[in-house]
Each structure stands twice: as structure tokens, then as C-alpha cells.
């Protein structure tokens, strides 16, 4: 194979793994931020129900 398609096939890969790797970071962050988002949820109707007496 001669050094240009060589180095082409390597940035090609680097590229595939810069997008992957890009993709799980933002799908982890928006799953933590749901995450928080529902405890955030259950504390306030905890509190609420403590308020009411309930």
C-alpha cells in the first residue's frame, strides 16, 4: 500500500474515533442530567408530602 493511502486509512480511523468516542460523551452527560433531573423530582414531592403531612 503506498504511504498516502496508508496515512489516509489512519485518518480515517482517527476520525471514526473522535466521532464515537464525541457520541458517548454527550449520550453519558444527558443520561446523568436525567438522572439528576429525576431525583430532583422525587426530593420536591418528598418535601411536599412532609409539608402536607401526608
Excluded at 1 to 15: D, E, F, G, N, Q
Excluded at 35 to 52: F, H, T
Amino acid at each position: 500500500m503506498p504511504k498516502t493511502a496508508r496515512r489516509s486509512v489512519v485518518l480515517v480511523l482517527i476520525a471514526i474515533a473522535l466521532i464515537a468516542i464525541t457520541g458517548l460523551f454527550f449520550t453519558s452527560l444527558s443520561y446523568f442530567r436525567s438522572i439528576e433531573i429525576d431525583e430532583a423530582k422525587n426530593r420536591l414531592s418528598l418535601y411536599g408530602r412532609s409539608l402536607n403531612g401526608t
